[in-house]
């Protein structure tokens, strides 16, 4: 495999991850609260992207011929990436669905625990050092900085791609499950009591 595709990937994961990270720092400063639901929203399909390109370097790599060093770079962002995943990404879909109930209510300013749950350090920490660390994968993937152990990095990129695959499985089954148990009340009929004629 050759460097320009190696600088492809890279140059997927940075652009994905860092635009993130910079509209992460944005999101409390939204104006109304359909602004900021949209801004969530394109958080999570640029997180969902990022994780997608994780999960397509090892099968892109494994398809093409030659050694590839995009699997060493793309180690650097991934584990921050992971806590994005398992912690960042739930609390911007909070966000989103609290933002979401002023959706009639276009002018509707965003209220303070909204913008203060926007700006959780958890949403926006982890999405920037994944961002940064994206960028130190650049020179790894150019070939400009040496790692040892490619093959290793190879393996580690697999098993923390198939873990974001099993998380993202994971997170839509309990979401589906959870969904069910909401609506479940709502379809049941009270039970009749016998009115006493006496």
Known sequence: ??????LILAGALVAAWLTAGLLADALPSAR????LRRRAGLITVLIAAGAAVFVAIPIVT????????????????????????TAGLRRVALVRRGAGAFATAPQTPVPP????????PL???PLQV?????????????????VPGADLAGIGITV???????IGIRAGLRHSKLSVQALAPIGRSRPRVPVNSR
Not at 135 to 144: D, E, F, K, N
């Open 113 to 120: 625990a909204l913008r203060a749950a926007a700006a959780h």
């Open 32 to 35: 109304s609260a359909p602004a």
């Open 1 to 6: 495999m050759n460097i320009v595709a190696d």
């Open 130 to 146: 994944t961002g940064l660390a994206t960028l130190l994968s650049l020179p790894i993937a150019g070939g400009v900085v040496e």
């Open 160 to 166: 923390v791609g198939v873990a974001v695959l099993a």
């Open 62 to 85: 494994a398809l093409l011929p030659g050694e590839s060093a995009a699997p060493a770079a793309a180690l650097v962002p991934a584990v921050p990436a992971l806590i994005v995943l």
């Open 123 to 125: 949403i926006l920490v």
